[in-house]
């Protein structure tokens, strides 16, 4: 079936980087879009951008610019967020998501990852 | 850019009809017909109830339906259940090539 799965829970110091792995199974890895989405605990949903894993394209949110980077492997079907210079507000359970491309909706997600980040 | 605008909270008995609002600009939902909502349950992950304003995705209730005029998208759940309990959240497409969410609403069922 179709699926996203997430590489598990990290725990981060303030200044630190993480990279959370996102692997889509049971459909074409380069038909779909990917996008991120990050919710902080007891808030809402944010979205933190996409990336097409068939060009490498990419389009983050204006918040994240500079500080998040998405990339693929198309050898392992999987894409990949990291974001850098990490602070305690950046503490959030991060989800992929499956774009049908042309829709900007997001129709399969991911369990989502938990990242800490905590002196 | 700030998020689109969603009311804090809604409220319905069993078998009412609510519908919740979101607002955003003519940069968003204004100029685009890609308006998604989506459903999310306490601890769980969101659900895409709704995609381009009014399309339903396989296995979603016909009981949700979704509408927009000018600046402003609807979701109307009809014949509410206590099982549509949860945050409901809106999406645009914008301007910038960016997706942006609303706030959430929190639905309780009474």
């Known amino acids: 079936q179709v699926q996203l799965v997430q590489s598990g829970a990290e725990a981060k110091k303030p200044g630190a980087s993480v990279k959370v792995s996102c692997k889509p199974s049971?459909?074409?890895?380069?038909?779909?879009?990917v996008d991120w989405v990050r919710q902080a605990p007891g808030q809402g949903l944010e979205w933190m951008g996409w990336?097409?894993?068939?060009?490498?394209?990419?389009a983050y949110a204006q918040k994240f610019q500079g500080r998040v980077t998405f990339t693929r492997d198309p050898s392992i079907n999987t894409v990949f967020m990291e974001l850098t210079s990490l602070t305690s507000a950046d503490t959030a359970v991060y989800f992929c998501?499956?774009?049908?491309?042309?829709?900007?909706?997001?129709?399969?997600w991911g369990e989502g990852t938990t990242v800490t980040v905590s002196s | 850019q700030s998020a689109l605008t969603q009311p804090a909270s809604v409220s319905g008995s069993p078998g009412q009809t609510v519908t919740f609002s979101c607002t955003g600009t003519?940069?968003?939902?204004?100029?685009?017909?890609?308006v998604s909502w989506y459903q999310q349950h306490p601890g769980k992950v969101p659900r895409l109830i709704i995609y381009?304003?009014?399309r339903r995705p396989s296995g979603v209730s016909d009981r949700f339906s979704g509408s927009k005029s000018g600046n402003t998208a609807s979701l109307t759940i009809s014949g509410l259940q206590a099982e549509d309990e949860g945050d409901y959240y809106c999406?645009?497409?914008?301007?910038?090539?960016?997706?942006?969410f609303g706030g959430g609403t929190k639905l309780t069922v009474l």
């Open positions: 999406t645009s497409y914008t301007r910038r090539n960016t997706v942006i």
């Open positions: 003519s940069s968003d939902i204004g100029i685009y017909d890609y």
């Open positions: 998501a499956r774009e049908p491309r042309g829709h900007y909706s997001m129709d399969v």
């Open positions: 049971g459909y074409p890895f380069v038909n779909y879009d």
């Open positions: 381009d304003v009014t």
């Open positions: 990336i097409n894993p068939d060009s490498g394209s990419t």
